[in-house]
């Protein structure tokens, strides 16, 4: 675990005007005291962590849907997390805002409170995947809160996609795709629909109302997904997410996946420092509870081994395009990756889904589609035949 860069911050925001068929995060509807209640808590459980050194560079608010929360509220709260928090004075603030809470009086708070980028949950441009997505914006309410965002000048404009929705047809998601380009974000995030089981979707499925695409098709979406932003310029810096440039990647995200510290307040939220790992209660009114009573509002930890780091760090760089230093993987977890994995990854070489470059093992775009599957094929014990 690094703890040479800095860490990041992020808030979890547990409201939504409605939930989502396929949403499995910690969400809920709620009244505007419940949300006053809720600032509240975060202004609290950020006081109850004033003990957290490690210096704080990035702060993402996410959800949920941040965007219910009134400007002053978000300012509210941000003054609270640089008050007892050692935040940078230059931290780069991420919000995520939903297209049918974008007007142009907001971007304009947003922007004065010192938001850099603005991360809108788009999903679709096209009017039927929205209504099967139950999305509560229409595709002009979309391209008009791109547009404003735009406008607005934040540093990084991001729109958040899915595709792989059942029978969606390599049109509609070129069409898709096509009109995200067009509007000229600086970044995009394309998700592939996955179906969990207790969603309004994952019930669907139990009962053979959706199928999912199969595994060929997810994989050949992945990689119309890639060719297209990567022919559009936007090429791909992870799985999931694509950039114009280099400096509009996510710097908060990227910490995540480089182990670096970070802390989670809120709901639901997911904190890291060092080898230990620990989340917050997933019921807004139990997490509440706890904090309004004066602790923190953690549910559990973990104590992270050895081969438990080694083996996420495996898992979250191959997931990105510049891959894993081998060197620095040696250093850090006393393996050497790829000889001990020779066979291995001369085949996945051969097969064009890895690359060994500059000291990095990497994968191609054929090997990011089972990115997942190679993590779990590697060997990470330093022993053995
Ligand atoms: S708006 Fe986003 S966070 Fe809220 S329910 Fe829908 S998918 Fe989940």
Same mark, same amino acid.
């Given at each position: ?5 800095a ?10 005007r409605?939930?989502?068929?396929y ?8 009244r505007p ?18 003990d957290?050194?490690?210096p704080l560079?990035?702060i ?8 219910? !929360?009134?400007?002053e509220?978000? =300012?509210?709260l941000? *003054? /609270? $997390?640089?008050?007892s %928090?050692?935040?940078?004075? &230059? ?13 142009r ?14 991360s809108?949950g788009?999903q679709?441009?096209?009017e039927?995947?929205l ?7 229409s595709p ?7 547009e404003?965002?735009l ?7 991001s729109?958040? !996609?899915?595709?792989?929705?059942p =029978?969606?047809?390599? *049109? /509609? $998601?070129?069409?898709d %795709?096509?009109r995200?380009? &067009?509007?000229?974000?600086q ?20 009962t ?6 199969g ?45 670096v510290?970070?802390?989670g $307040? ?27 009573a004066g ?5 559990s ?14 898992m ?7 891959g ?10 006393g ?12 085949r ?8 060994l ?23 990470l ?5």
């Open positions: 675990v690094s703890t040479r860069e860490g990041g911050l992020y808030v979890h925001v547990p409201f939504c409605r939930v989502c068929p949403c499995d995060f910690a969400v809920r509807t709620a005291e419940q949300v006053e209640r809720y600032v509240h808590a975060v202004v609290r459980e950020a006081a109850l962590w004033a957290w050194s490690e560079d990035t993402y608010i996410g959800g949920g849907t941040p965007s219910r !929360l009134a400007p509220q978000l =300012g509210r941000l *003054a /609270a $997390l640089r008050a %928090l050692p935040v940078d004075p &230059e931290a780069w603030i991420t919000l995520e805002a939903n297209p049918e809470d974008v007007d009086e907001q971007v304009a708070a947003w922007r004065a409170l010192g938001v850099r980028t603005l809108l788009v679709s441009f096209d039927e995947q209504r099967f997505l139950v999305r509560l914006h002009q309410q979309a391209r008009r809160a791109v404003l965002a406008e607005a000048s934040f540093d990084v404009v729109i958040d !996609l899915i595709y792989g929705l =029978g969606q047809s390599d *049109a /509609a $998601l070129s069409r %795709l096509a995200a380009v &067009e509007l000229g974000p970044h995009l995030s394309c998700y592939q629909l996955t179906v969990h089981e207790d969603t309004t979707f994952g019930r669907w499925r139990a053979g109302r959706l199928s999912e695409a595994e060929d098709r997810q994989a050949d979406m992945f990689l119309q997904v890639h060719r297209t932003l990567q022919g559009a310029g936007y090429p791909a810096y992870e799985v999931s997410n694509f950039a114009r440039a280099p400096r509009f990647e996510s710097r908060h995200n990227k910490k995540y996946w480089a182990h510290p970070y802390l $307040l809120g709901p639901s939220a997911h904190s890291l420092r060092v080898h230990e790992r620990w989340w917050n209660l997933r019921d807004v009114r139990a997490w509440q509870a706890r904090v309004d602790s923190r509002g953690v549910d930890s973990e104590r992270l081994g050895a081969a438990e780091l080694a083996l996420e760090a495996v979250l760089g191959l997931r990105t395009v510049a894993i230093d081998l060197e620095a993987f040696r250093a850090r977890h393996i050497d990756l790829v000889s001990r994995n020779a066979r291995l990854v001369a996945l070489a051969e097969e064009g889904r890895c690359r470059e500059g000291g990095r093992l990497r994968l191609t775009q054929d090997g990011l589609a089972i990115a997942d599957r190679v993590a779990g094929e590697l060997e014990r330093e022993s053995g035949p």
